[in-house]
């Protein structure tokens, strides 16, 4: 016992779409049955755009799932170890300082 069928429902709003599209390009003494063979096969072709739609958004979908699962995975390893931040500090107002510390004193004992 199958639950599914192989064969897959058309909806009516494809066949009617479809149907529209085929008479719309009816040529002058096509039959009937033509333009319903001519119907048929764009049904066929809308069928098939909307599975490669539908695929395309699943892989899409697992795409996104997978950066964001990287993302998340990276983010719980950067709170478990915080990024050492060295910073280079220059020796230049240690220097400065003590300089002027020298012309005070310089000038302190010498002209007074």
Do not use: H
């Not at 039959?31 to 699943?58: C, D, F, H, N, S």
């Not at 500090?89 to 002027?100: A, E, F, G, M, R």
């Amino acid at each position: 016992m199958a639950k599914y069928s192989k064969k897959e429902k058309v909806s009516e709003e494809i066949k009617s779409e479809a149907l529209k599209i085929a008479s719309s390009n009816q040529k002058p003494g096509q039959t009937k049955e033509q333009t319903k063979l001519v119907a048929q096969g764009i049904q066929k072709g809308i069928q098939q755009y909307k599975k490669q739609q539908k695929a395309k958004a699943r892989e899409l979908d697992k795409r996104i799932k997978k950066v964001s699962d990287l993302a998340s995975a990276q983010e719980s390893t950067d709170e478990v170890a915080p990024p050492v931040m060295q910073s280079k500090q220059s020796c230049l107002p240690w220097v400065l300082l003590v300089l002027s510390w020298i012309c005070f004193g310089v000038y302190f004992f010498l002209w007074k």
